[in-house]
C-alpha cells in the first residue's frame, strides 16, 4: 500500500538559516510526489511537484525539492528560511489522481 | 477564475443533525474528491469520483454520502454527524483520473460536531 512517512513532527529554525524537512515514500511504480504548505486557518497551497524528468524540481517561493529514487525520499529545501514561511507542510504521493499524505511537519521559525 | 469553491467555510453541528458540505468546480474536471484533514495525520481520502454518476469510497468513508449528478458539484453529506466528524474537510479536482494531473483544493471547512 501507498504510504508516506514524514519523520518530524516540528522543526524549529532560525531566521536564514538552511532548512530541509524530510518525505520518505512507499509505491511500487514511479511515483507523482507533491508538496504542500498550509498557514493556519488556510487551504492548501501547492508548493512543487515531480512527475518525471530532473531530479531536482524547483518551486515556490523559493522552495526545491530533491527526488532520489533509491532513498524512496522526496526532501524538501529551502537556502534561507524567512519568518513568513512558518507553516505546516504536506508531503504527498499520487496514485490515480488520489493522494496519500504525510502526517505534516510544523515549522516554526525563530527570529 | 474561481477554481474549487466550497462552502460553508464554517459550520457548528449537533451530534446527530445532518448537513452537506457543497463543492463545485468551473474547470470542467472529471476528477473529484473530498479529504478530511486531522491533527497529526495529514489528510484522508473520504470519497471520489471519476466523473458524473461514477463514485467510490476512500479512505474513510464511514458517516459520509456523496453524488456527482453533474461534472460541476461534488456535495459530501453527513447523515448523522459525530464528534469524531469534528475536522476540516477539503474538496479537490483535478482533469482526469489517469494520474499525474495537478490536483487543485478547495479552500477548506471547518466543522465542529458538539
Known amino acids: 500500500a501507498q504510504s508516506v512517512t514524514q519523520p518530524d513532527i516540528h522543526i524549529t529554525v532560525s531566521e536564514g538559516a538552511s532548512l530541509e524537512l524530510r518525505c520518505n515514500y512507499s509505491y511500487g511504480a514511479t511515483p507523482y510526489l507533491f508538496w504542500y504548505v498550509q498557514s493556519p486557518g488556510q487551504g492548501l497551497q501547492l508548493l512543487l511537484k515531480y512527475f518525471s524528468g530532473d531530479t531536482l524540481v524547483q518551486g515556490i517561493k523559493g522552495f526545491e525539492a530533491e527526488f532520489k529514487r533509491s532513498q524512496s525520499s522526496f526532501n524538501l529545501r529551502k537556502p534561507s528560511v524567512h519568518w513568513s514561511d512558518a507553516a505546516e507542510y504536506f508531503c504527498a504521493v499520487e496514485y490515480g489522481n488520489k493522494l496519500v499524505f504525510g502526517a505534516g511537519t510544523i515549522l516554526r521559525v525563530k527570529s | 477564475n474561481a477554481g474549487v469553491t466550497q462552502t460553508p467555510k464554517f459550520q457548528v453541528l449537533k451530534t446527530g443533525q445532518s448537513m452537506t458540505l457543497q463543492c463545485a468546480q468551473d474547470m470542467n474536471h472529471e476528477y473529484m474528491s473530498w479529504y478530511r484533514q486531522d491533527p497529526g495525520m495529514g489528510l484522508r481520502l473520504i470519497h471520489y469520483s471519476v466523473g458524473a454518476g461514477i463514485t467510490d469510497q476512500g479512505e474513510v468513508p464511514n458517516g459520509y454520502n456523496v453524488s456527482r449528478s453533474t461534472t460541476e458539484d461534488f456535495p459530501l453529506r453527513l447523515l448523522s454527524a459525530a464528534p469524531s466528524q469534528t475536522s476540516v474537510y477539503f474538496c479537490?479536482?483535478?482533469?482526469?483520473?489517469?494520474?499525474?494531473?495537478?490536483?487543485?483544493f478547495g479552500e477548506g471547512s471547518w466543522l465542529t460536531v458538539v
Open positions: 479537490a479536482s483535478s482533469y482526469d483520473g489517469t494520474g499525474g494531473n495537478t490536483i487543485y
